[in-house]
Nanobody, 115 residues
Framework: QVHLVESGGGLVQPGGSLRLSCAAS????????MGWYRQAPGKERELVAE???????NYADSVKGRFTISRDSTKNTAYLQMNSLKPEDTAVYYC?????????WGQGTQVTVSS
């Protein structure tokens, strides 16, 4: 079993920045993918950014150039640096990890971009 704990959400003004963290613990053997999804009210959950096993990163078109995913492999922790935030970035952000055919989700952290 894998446990994911997110932190770093909050309220920020448009143009501001936030940094999300996701700490993974438990039976971490070989991570295939780890990253962030988000879900806004009335919308489907969507990929924001992720690492793949091969070391590549994928970003949603809407966040390219503004968000950066990074990781500390020694701590099994992933980070999402979010800059130039827009009201449309408002959502619950979920950490996601996949390994050996299993998928795990964090509890989610709210990000609200509003003046």
């Amino acid at each position: 079993q894998v446990h994911l704990v997110e932190s770093g959400g909050g309220l920020v003004q448009p143009g501001g920045s936030l940094r999300l963290s996701c700490a993974a613990s438990g039976s971490i053997l070989s991570i295939n993918r780890m990253g962030w999804y988000r879900q806004a009210p009335g919308k489907e959950r969507e990929l924001v950014a992720e690492f793949t096993h091969g070391g590549t990163t994928n970003y949603a078109d809407s966040v390219k150039g503004r968000f950066t995913i990074s990781r500390d492999s020694t701590k099994n922790t992933a980070y999402l640096q979010m800059n130039s935030l827009k009201p449309e970035d408002t959502a619950v952000y979920y950490c996601n990890l996949r390994q050996w055919g299993s998928e795990y989700w964090g509890q989610g952290t709210q990000v609200t971009v509003s003046s």
